[in-house]
């Protein structure tokens, strides 16, 4: 079966650090897509990155990268540099197997607070 | 740029009552689906329509009804609501002429079942 795990609830980051959110996987899929949104404080679900399975490169979006071990079926999220604005919600997620490739598996989310 | 819009962002029901959150997409996705977050629980799927004229239950259902009224708008309906339901709901569609498969969500609707 296919499982998204976030094993930190929480993180503490100070404003201008750099700071890694772990996502890992268990999917038996050759083909398969890995997300992460940001939920902020007022509520909605904004789409930060992705990385495809066969994608030979690390995904990056300005400041968000994402460190893709797939031997390890691991996908974090690395914010450098961070911010204050940083402080929300993260989510990982991934692209269901494929005849059902529109759905999408969820983590339970970290939870990241920015220190000033 | 709307995007996906969700409507109401609140509401109080008492249990037993009906309603019905409305959710249209300016995006041309073909897939739309609806989710209900709950604290430590994440995202979960309620329904999904991955075309016009179809619908697909996700993973809990249960107490809700759903219609694809055309392509821009997917409706949620509670029929007998009950406090389980207090929850905050989500839709979204998906850009699915990529591969990348992105969903882009709405707002967002705060409901609460006294």
């Known amino acids: 079966a296919q499982k998204i795990t976030q094993t930190q609830p929480g993180m503490f980051v100070q404003e201008k650090e750099a700071v890694t959110l772990d996502c890992t996987y268990d999917t038996s899929d050759q083909s398969y897509g890995l997300f992460w949104y940001k939920q902020p404080s007022s509520g909605e679900m904004i789409f930060l990155i992705y990385?495809?399975?066969?994608d030979e490169q690390n995904a990056t979006e300005g400041r968000y990268s994402l460190n893709f071990q797939k031997a390890r079926k691991s996908a974090n999220l690395v914010i450098s540099a961070s911010q204050l604005g940083d402080s929300a919600m993260y989510f990982c997620a991934m692209r269901g197997r494929a005849g059902n490739n529109r759905k999408l598996i969820w983590g339970l989310g970290t939870s990241l607070a920015v220190n000033p | 740029n709307a995007g996906v819009t969700q409507t109401p962002k609140f509401q109080v029901l008492k249990t037993g009552q009906s309603m019905t959150l409305q959710c249209a997409q300016d995006m041309n996705h073909n897939s739309m689906y609806w989710y209900r977050q709950d604290p430590g629980m994440g995202l979960r799927l309620i329904y999904y329509?991955?075309?016009?004229?179809?619908?697909d239950k996700g993973e809990v259902p249960n107490g809700y009804n759903v219609s694809r009224l055309n392509k821009r708008e997917f409706s949620l309906r509670l029929e007998s609501a009950a406090p389980s339901q207090t929850s905050v709901y989500f839709c979204a569609s998906l850009q699915d002429a990529l591969a990348k498969n992105i969903q882009y969500f709405g707002a967002g609707t705060r409901l609460s079942v006294l």
């Open positions: 329509s991955a075309s016009e004229g179809t619908t």
């Open positions: 990385q495809g399975s066969y």
